[in-house]
Nanobody, 115 residues
Framework: QVQLVESGGGLVQPGGSLRLSCAAS????????MGWYRQAPGKERELVAF???????NYADSVRGRFTISRDNAKNTVYLQMNSLKPEDTAVYYC?????????WGQGTQVTVSS
């Protein structure tokens, strides 16, 4: 069982930045594919970005060039640096871990982009 705890959400003005963190339990974090998803009110959960154990990264078109995903295997933590935030980035952001057919979710952290 993997436990994921997100932090770093909040209220930010358009054009601002936030950094989300997700701390994971377990001794094989380096082998997980880690990702960030988001869900806006009335919409389905969507992929934001993920980073494979080998370092390969994928981004959704809507965030490419503005968001950066990274991981620190020594700290069992994955990050999402979000720059140039837009009101349409407002959502609950969820951390995700995937390994050998098992997937785990964090509880989510709210990001609100508003003036």
């Amino acid at each position: 069982q993997v436990q994921l705890v997100e932090s770093g959400g909040g209220l930010v003005q358009p054009g601002g930045s936030l950094r989300l963190s997700c701390a994971a339990s377990g001794s094989i974090f380096s082998r997980y594919r880690m990702g960030w998803y988001r869900q806006a009110p009335g919409k389905e959960r969507e992929l934001v970005a993920f980073i494979h154990s080998g370092g390969t990264i994928n981004y959704a078109d809507s965030v490419r060039g503005r968001f950066t995903i990274s991981r620190d295997n020594a700290k069992n933590t994955v990050y999402l640096q979000m720059n140039s935030l837009k009101p349409e980035d407002t959502a609950v952001y969820y951390c995700n871990a995937f390994f050998v057919g098992a997937t785990y979710w964090g509880q989510g952290t709210q990001v609100t982009v508003s003036s």
